[in-house]
């Protein structure tokens, strides 16, 4: 049976959603710690695949746009497992590859979403061989060339420990978000991530906890405040689609992250799936 694609984090989108909370959390947590124009690049990537990055790199952009008013853009820098143009309801095509490689235009592939402040620049599709998609050159340009034009940029990168282009792309960006799944990813991963991180560590911006909802007391429990999710959490679990973060981040002034546990329980319906696709 072929798996179903996410869908877009578009659907059911809403402001009193945990997972939302969350994600304005972590976004007022960088915002105070990085004020002025330095820092508003970021590579947002995971240890390995299936941690929700890509899920959480677009609900940060969504809520940047929608809540916090900022002009922002969403890059897919995830040209092998690419996913960004399925969560903003967009055509892969053209995108990040197509400009690298001089096939199309930074305008023609940037796209408007539904949202006014917000752009996003998908994959592309690449040619057969995905290990030469990446042009770190031309993805420098690329990052001066928007830069002035948006107050946030989210990138959605590959995973750290496989491939080489995430500590290519490190060199480039003002801060970098690492997402973790919660019970889920092995420690040696995250030590062989910190590793490879070495040389950029200062960047690190902060940690995000994935899925982060058990063993919470009942304080936490958002339907006390008068959250009710579409589905119960048993029926949650069988939907199709990416998880979203429950857990938010504090970063300390040295750059170092301090995760903060939170209890969000993962978005209605479309976004509950416990293994998410990068």
Same mark, same amino acid.
């Given at each position: 049976?072929?798996?179903?694609?996410?869908?877009?984090?578009?659907?059911?989108? $809403?402001?009193?959603?945990?997972?939302?909370?969350?994600?304005?959390?972590?976004?007022?947590?960088?915002?105070?710690?990085?004020?002025?124009?330095?820092?508003?690049?970021?590579?947002?990537?995971?240890?390995?695949?299936?941690?929700?990055?890509?899920?959480?790199?677009?609900?940060?952009?969504?809520?940047?746009?929608?809540?916090?008013?900022?002009?922002?853009?969403?890059? /897919?820098?995830?040209?092998?497992?690419?996913?960004?143009?399925? +969560?903003?309801?967009? #055509?892969?095509?053209?995108?990040?590859?197509?400009?690298?490689?001089?096939?199309? $235009?930074?305008?023609?592939?940037?796209?408007?979403?539904?949202?006014?402040? +917000?752009?996003?620049?998908?994959?592309?599709?690449? =040619?057969?061989?995905?290990?030469?998609?990446?042009? /770190?050159?031309?993805?420098?340009?690329?990052?001066?060339?928007?830069?002035?034009?948006?107050?946030?940029?989210?990138? /959605?990168?590959?995973?750290?420990?496989?491939?080489?282009?995430?500590?290519?792309?490190?060199?480039?960006?003002?801060?970098? +978000? +690492?997402?973790?799944?919660?019970?889920?990813?092995?420690?040696?991963?995250?030590?062989?991530?910190? =590793?490879?991180?070495?040389?950029?560590?200062?960047?690190?911006?902060?940690?995000?906890?994935?899925?982060?909802?058990?063993?919470? @007391?009942?304080?936490?429990?958002? #339907?006390?405040?008068?959250?009710?999710?579409?589905? $119960?959490?048993? /029926?949650?679990?069988?939907? =199709?689609? @990416?998880?979203?973060? $429950?857990?938010?981040?504090?970063?300390?002034?040295? =750059?170092?992250?301090?995760?903060?546990?939170?209890?969000?329980?993962? @978005?209605?319906?479309?976004?509950?799936?416990?293994? @998410?696709?990068?």
């Amino acid at each position: 049976m072929p798996k179903e694609a996410p869908r877009s984090l578009f659907t059911e989108f $809403s402001t009193d959603a945990p997972y939302v909370t969350e994600a304005r959390r972590l976004l007022q947590s960088l915002m105070r710690q990085h004020r002025g124009p330095a820092c508003r690049v970021y590579m947002v990537s995971s240890a390995g695949r299936g941690e929700g990055k890509s899920t959480i790199c677009g609900l940060l952009g969504i809520v940047a746009a929608r809540i916090f008013h900022r002009h922002t853009l969403i890059i /897919d820098a995830d040209m092998r497992r690419p996913t960004m143009h399925q +969560l903003l309801d967009l #055509s892969q095509k053209p995108g990040l590859y197509e400009i690298l490689h001089g096939t199309a $235009s930074l305008d023609l592939a940037r796209r408007p979403t539904t949202l006014p402040l +917000l752009h996003a620049i998908p994959s592309g599709k690449p =040619g057969s061989h995905v290990s030469d998609s990446y042009d /770190d050159e031309g993805f420098e340009k690329l990052l001066q060339s928007v830069r002035p034009s948006y107050d946030l940029i989210f990138i /959605d990168a590959a995973p750290i420990v496989p491939v080489v282009e995430p500590i290519m792309m490190a060199e480039h960006v003002d801060g970098i +978000l +690492l997402v973790a799944m919660a019970g889920r990813t092995p420690i040696t991963m995250i030590r062989r991530m910190r =590793g490879i991180l070495t040389p950029v560590a200062s960047k690190v911006a902060g940690a995000i906890v994935n899925n982060a909802t058990e063993g919470l @007391p009942y304080y936490y429990d958002y #339907s006390y405040y008068g959250y009710k999710p579409l589905l $119960s959490r048993r /029926d949650r679990n069988k939907v =199709g689609g @990416p998880t979203a973060p $429950s857990a938010d981040v504090q970063a300390n002034g040295d =750059g170092a992250a301090t995760p903060h546990a939170a209890s969000s329980p993962a @978005p209605p319906a479309h976004a509950a799936k416990p293994k @998410p696709k990068e």
